[in-house]
């Protein structure tokens, strides 16, 4: 029996990229406020920069996307930037990272 896998077997294959994952309002309120405050304490509390580089859709819109999530969630040895998998899953980094890149939203963010 042919069972499809997820990934190819062997190698560390990036998960799966998933577009339409969106954070319960309540969910995205707290990554919102955590970008804009524990974020932004490195990178800046407008992104745009600090011990850590700016953030700003002209900033990231050359970087591939795979790599900024795996930044954001393993940090990068080597640098002030600690991974954040410990509070958040690999969907809600993919979603913070495509936010980055379209403009992050301002606090507080409206009920959707
Ligand atoms: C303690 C400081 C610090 C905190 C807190 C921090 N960062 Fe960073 N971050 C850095 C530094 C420093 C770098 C640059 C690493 C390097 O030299 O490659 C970086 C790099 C990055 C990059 C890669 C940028 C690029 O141009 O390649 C992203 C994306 C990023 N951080 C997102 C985040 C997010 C999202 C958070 C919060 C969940 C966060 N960072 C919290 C210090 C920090």
Redesign the pocket.
């Known amino acids: 029996m042919m069972i499809a896998a997820p990934w190819p077997a062997g190698g560390q294959a990036a998960p799966d990229r998933n577009d339409s994952f969106q954070p319960e309002p309540a969910r995205a309120r707290e990554l919102v406020t955590?970008?804009r405050q524990?974020?932004g304490?490195?990178?800046g509390l407008s992104l745009s920069g600090g011990?850590?580089?700016a953030?700003l859709p002209k900033?990231?819109a050359d970087?591939p996307f795979d790599?900024?999530v795996a930044?954001?969630m393993q940090g990068?040895p080597g640098?002030?930037?600690?991974g954040?998998s410990r509070f958040m899953n690999e969907d809600e980094a993919q979603w913070?990272?495509r936010e980055?890149v379209k403009g992050f939203p301002e606090l507080p963010i409206a009920e959707r």
């Open positions: 955590m970008v524990d974020c304490s490195c990178h011990l850590g580089p953030l900033d990231l970087k790599s900024l930044t954001v990068r640098s002030a930037m600690p954040w913070i990272v980055l």
